[in-house]
């Protein structure tokens, strides 16, 4: 038995044979505490869902050790799956065909739960989560918004000591977001030592629901601590945003700018507009990027100091955001 | 261990019911499950009538066409339920709960075999009320037992394919259909195996269908007792202490070999 809830000791996990191996986990070493909702943040494929199925006994690590309640993930894979629970996004486990009432009393017999007991929680996450009113309605009628709620009740019917949830809120509103997040936080609050792990790439959503975020990339963990202290290490590098109005130019000379320590860019196709969030070393070096994006005949529609995020963190530590990561990645 | 047994119990009922509820919510569904083999039936009933073949041959269809639902099922809903439960995440939800993959089956073959004995009673009833085919049993409890023995068989089988969709997907979706007609026409399902030359009786008698099919046949339809059956009552039994300890270290073998490679949760393969 270990001192922490969950302890991962330099987990690596190899996919693929020999010449086509992708090195996912490249010893991932990790600790969470009981009562923590502790979250795992980095773009898709940075390994967050491969340290997931680990931790939840679908998948062997290739080397390295992990454990969850004490118990090893490997040897007593039977008494891991006793005390967690898993939620994944963008999925809806279950039968279409069935009632969301029948599904969720269906997975609540995976876990021995008597017919009776397993009505009245069903009935209380319903109300809870707001689906009362379609917990007779076949889950295939069931909008996006609506099965996840649905799945995430069913990951909460055993009253795991420990919620894994990957992605949870992914391809959902705003609002249902929200809900969904604030539930889950003030769910871990009632248990009292209801342990939660996240994978997201959404920065807000770290920001808002965990005590502790690790910044994952390329299966590394490189940062891990509260996200203010991770933002506050950021206080001596300042971060402007510059909002150019056009989409279709190349922005890649601005990172090689002296003085840039960080760069990333969002291009909103819709109003014509690309956020440049640029990183650097003082305040000098955004009016040179200003005055090169004007020699190249870019239109500068406002250029501010903000706040750091995790995302400026992620930013400082590889030097490039999510959506320049996940670009590479795919190439 | 008592807690155990009672957790897979309640796991077994509960597969169970989400098959049964299931399949008989949608009534299309229900009704083309049992207007196919209806139609299968008449269309062999018809064409022996057409040569004169003796009335016997009626009853080896209509006992065939019982027994193909059996089949159809095990192939197409027992084999491939955990492929179509992978893609829909369905099958993580089961590997991260705390129970037996084998209860899950079990609940899966019980509801099958619920789901269809309903279908094969529909064809077993047009067969007898609407052609006439001639039943001359005299051994009901021997029918049963060779019944209930090709079953279990069959849905041992079905248990241990279950672990091959589960990690090979597609490519074991190929390997079903090509059991589907090999099988029906090894087994005999429209006319006696014994009819087949000796080298394909010999690959016929690696499928417990066709023992199942040539037992009950005697039974019910040619007026033999045990005595007359008790080589297929043997092989049947072989049959099942064979399928069902493998199925129970198929699904072990490729839960870990899943775990492994990665594919235990791998989508659209």
Partial sequence: MLGDFVETRDVVRIFGKKSEAVRALDGVSVTIKEGEIFGLLGPNGAGKTTLIKILTTLLLPTSGEAYVGGFSV??????????????????TPGYGILTVSENLWFFSQLYGLTTSVAKEKIKRLAADLDFEKYANTRMAKLSTGYKQRMS????????????????????LDVLTAKRLRTYVIDWAKRQRKGTVLLTTHYMAEADEMCDRVAIISNGRILACDTPQKLKDELRETPIAKIEVASVQDDYGFVEKIKGVVGFSETRNIQTGVTSLKVMVRDMKVISQIETKLNEQKLKVLSANETEPTLEDVYIKLVGKGFAEVEEKTDA | MLERLLLSLRVVYARLWVRIKGSNRELEWVIAEMLIPMLTLSTYIYLYRMLRAPPQFAGFVMIGGTMLAFWSNVLWNMSAQFYWEKETGTLEVYFVAPISRMAILAGMALGGIVNTTLRAVAVLVLGIVVFQVPIAMHEPLTALLVFFLTIIALYALGMMFASLFMLYGREAWHTANLLQEPVTFLSGTYFPASQLPQMVQLFASLIPLTFGLDGIRKVVI??????????????LVIFILVLLPLAKFALSYMENMGKKEGRLTLRWQ
């Fill in chain 1, 74 to 91: 490997v040897k007593e894979a039977d008494k891991v799956r006793k005390i967690i629970n898993l939620v994944s996004g963008g999925e």
């Fill in chain 2, 222 to 235: 040619l007026g033999q007792g045990i005595g007359d059956v008790w080589l297929n009552i043997v092989a």
């Fill in chain 1, 152 to 171: 995430l009740a069913r990951g909460l019917l055993n009253d795991p000591k420990i919620l894994f949830l990957d992605e949870p809120t992914l391809g």
